[in-house]
């Protein structure tokens, strides 16, 4: 029997995912290569999901992304540290999850 309703799918959700895990492992490791790297897979992982947004029609999600790809860019990264980044880290990871639930696509035939 087959639904009459969309089937929908959320590309977001393991991009999102991945960020939030990396965000909420970043403050162990606050200089360095890891340091780094974590930077390179947030600002990549925002893109992705900035790009899913947009895929979705769901352009504020896309601004966030955006900024959130800016903030943590490896190439001229911004220097920030203290409590206030470390907040700023567990905010991101709250809307990297947030929007991997909620940005979702109607599944296309293949």
Same mark, same amino acid.
């Given at each position: 029997m087959?639904?009459?309703?969309?089937?929908?799918?959320?590309?977001?959700?393991a991009p999102g995912l991945l960020a939030a895990i990396?965000?909420?492992?970043?403050?162990?490791?606050t200089e360095g290569i890891v340091a780094t790297i974590i930077l390179? +897979? +947030?600002?990549?992982?925002?893109?992705?999901?900035?790009?899913?947004a947009l895929q979705a029609k769901q352009w504020w999600w896309t601004? +966030?992304?955006?900024?959130?790809?800016?903030?943590?860019?490896?190439v001229y990264p911004f220097g920030f540290s203290g409590w206030v980044w470390t907040m700023a880290?567990?905010?991101a990871a709250l809307a990297f999850i947030t929007a991997g639930a909620l940005i979702k696509n109607e599944r296309q035939a293949v």
């Open positions: 087959t639904s009459s309703a969309p089937q929908m799918q959320r590309n977001a959700l990396a965000l909420f492992l970043s403050p162990l490791f390179f +897979v +947030v600002a990549i992982l925002a893109l992705i999901v900035a790009w899913f601004v +966030v992304f955006v900024a959130v790809a800016v903030i943590w860019n490896p880290q567990f905010v």
